[in-house]
């Protein structure tokens, strides 16, 4: 059966056209994705992702476990930040990148993606059984939304209570703290997957409406507009961020996704996967994830094959005319001889192989 999400309403009374995500009817659009994308670039964007999942993990040990459940060192984590993560299979395969914020020494909240929410709570529940710690999964209870676009600070700080608005403007990025907006008690972290500033404010089901209704108001003024999921699809590639099951997924493993970094080998916790993950360090790859930017205008696709001399080298995995820069972007997995940027390959546009440069991401920076 398909979810809806506790603002579901309100995205029909918007008009938006809706799709299935992760077992979810979502919003894909409410006016053209073009024009839903530049409002971010120029402005700000209303995102409902409440389709996202919320899991606590709570005890003496939660640190000490997490160190051993997720690929990164989190027990480095001060309270108040957050880190980018990813939870592997025993044999190294990426069952889901995530972010985790540190609530308190003892409390982190682990936020998986939409289709992997009950795949990442079960497998941290499983994961947890030799250890005192708690975990809860409130992906059910719990309503998520984002503002993200150049004006995003200015439209919370016209809803936030005066002892709010310091912590607002001190919030650095990949972190998250308690604030007062619109009346309501939010936790505000300052992340976002678009490539600019923004925020995703967790509050509980029951005052969801009440807060996506105060952000859009105050946003009026700002130009602010509601975006969906196509929107921020084009955002993320932009940004050259990852979307699990395109760049990411069990037959991959972190370090031919550029995310090796990620991957803490110095904690000396064990953790599931790095007696496979630690000599991929050194290893040769056989494969690397890449930009790829088109000299013509025709777009790659996820799917279509990169050629070389006419043999396959690769395997598009995300790709589009970017909205921003003019012309086709898209990521790639290609042989890792051929991953050097400036490198030039094909892409088989359905019979017809297209200019493409090899070329570091992320395609778009913000200026700040």
């Given at each position: 059966?398909?979810?809806?999400?506790?603002?579901?309403?309100e995205?029909e009374?918007?008009g938006?056209?809706?799709?299935?995500f992760?077992?979810?009817?979502?919003p894909?659009k409410?006016?053209?994705?073009l024009?839903?994308?530049h409002?971010?670039?120029r402005?700000?964007?209303?995102?409902d992702?409440s389709?996202?999942?919320?899991?606590?993990?709570?005890?003496?040990?939660?640190?000490?476990f997490?160190?051993?459940?997720?690929?990164?060192?989190?027990?480095a984590i001060a309270?108040?930040?957050?880190?980018?993560?990813?939870?592997?299979?025993e044999d190294?395969?990426?069952?889901?990148?995530?972010?985790?914020y540190r609530?308190?020494?003892?409390?982190?909240?682990?936020?998986?993606?939409?289709s992997?929410?009950?795949t990442?709570?079960a497998?941290?529940q499983?994961r947890?059984?030799?250890?005192d710690?708690a975990?809860?999964?409130?992906s059910?209870?719990?309503?998520?939304?984002?503002?993200?676009?150049p004006?995003?600070e200015?439209?919370?700080l016209d809803?936030a209570a005066d002892?709010?608005?310091q912590l607002i403007t001190?919030l650095?990025y990949y972190?998250?703290?308690?604030v007062?907006?619109?009346?309501?008690?939010?936790l505000?972290?300052r992340?976002?997957y678009?490539?600019?500033?923004?925020?995703?404010?967790f509050?509980?089901n029951?005052e969801?409406?009440?807060?996506?209704?105060?952000?859009?108001?105050?946003?009026?003024?700002?130009?602010?507009?509601p975006?969906?999921?196509a929107?921020?699809?084009?955002?993320r590639?932009e940004?050259?961020m990852?979307?699990?099951g395109?760049?990411l997924?069990?037959?991959?493993?972190?370090f031919?996704?550029?995310?090796?970094?990620?991957?803490?080998l110095?904690?000396?916790?064990?953790f599931?996967?790095r007696?496979?993950?630690?000599?991929?360090?050194e290893?040769?790859?056989?494969?690397?994830?890449v930009?790829?930017?088109g000299?013509?205008?025709?777009s790659a696709?996820?799917?279509?094959n990169?050629?070389?001399d006419?043999a396959v080298?690769?395997?598009?995995?995300?790709?589009?005319?970017?909205?921003?820069?003019g012309y086709?972007?898209?990521?790639?997995?290609v042989?890792?001889a051929?991953?050097?940027?400036?490198?030039e390959?094909?892409?088989?546009l359905?019979g017809?192989p297209e200019?493409f440069?090899?070329?570091?991401?992320p395609?778009?920076?913000r200026?700040?």
């Amino acid at each position: 059966m398909t979810k809806q999400t506790a603002l579901y309403a309100e995205h029909e009374v918007l008009g938006a056209s809706f799709t299935d995500f992760g077992g979810w009817q979502m919003p894909l659009k409410y006016r053209s994705e073009l024009e839903e994308h530049h409002t971010v670039r120029r402005a700000a964007g209303l995102f409902d992702l409440s389709h996202m999942g919320e899991v606590w993990v709570a005890g003496p040990q939660a640190a000490e476990f997490l160190n051993y459940a997720l690929v990164g060192n989190l027990a480095a984590i001060a309270v108040g930040k957050a880190k980018y993560s990813l939870i592997c299979t025993e044999d190294g395969g990426v069952i889901d990148d995530l972010i985790v914020y540190r609530r308190a020494d003892d409390r982190y909240l682990v936020v998986p993606n939409a289709s992997n929410a009950d795949t990442v709570a079960a497998a941290l529940q499983e994961r947890a059984v030799n250890f005192d710690v708690a975990v809860d999964d409130e992906s059910e209870n719990t309503a998520l939304i984002a503002v993200q676009g150049p004006a995003a600070e200015a439209i919370l700080l016209d809803i936030a209570a005066d002892s709010s608005r310091q912590l607002i403007t001190e919030l650095k990025y990949y972190a998250a703290v308690e604030v007062e907006l619109a009346g309501l008690q939010v936790l505000l972290a300052r992340t976002g997957y678009t490539g600019e500033d923004g925020f995703e404010l967790f509050i509980g089901n029951a005052e969801a409406v009440q807060l996506w209704k105060a952000v859009a108001a105050a946003g009026a003024q700002h130009q602010l507009a509601p975006c969906g999921l196509a929107s921020r699809d084009s955002l993320r590639l932009e940004a050259g961020m990852p979307l699990y099951g395109n760049e990411l997924g069990l037959d991959t493993n972190p370090f031919e996704a550029g995310l090796g970094g990620v991957v803490s080998l110095k904690k000396a916790d064990n953790f599931v996967g790095r007696s496979v993950l630690e000599p991929l360090k050194e290893a040769t790859l056989e494969r690397k994830l890449v930009g790829l930017q088109g000299g013509g205008r025709r777009s790659a696709r996820a799917g279509y094959n990169v050629v070389v001399d006419g043999a396959v080298v690769g395997t598009v995995t995300s790709g589009l005319p970017s909205p921003t820069l003019g012309y086709p972007v898209a990521m790639a997995y290609v042989n890792a001889a051929l991953a050097e940027p400036g490198t030039e390959v094909q892409v088989d546009l359905r019979g017809k192989p297209e200019p493409f440069t090899v070329v570091a991401t992320p395609f778009y920076r913000r200026q700040k």
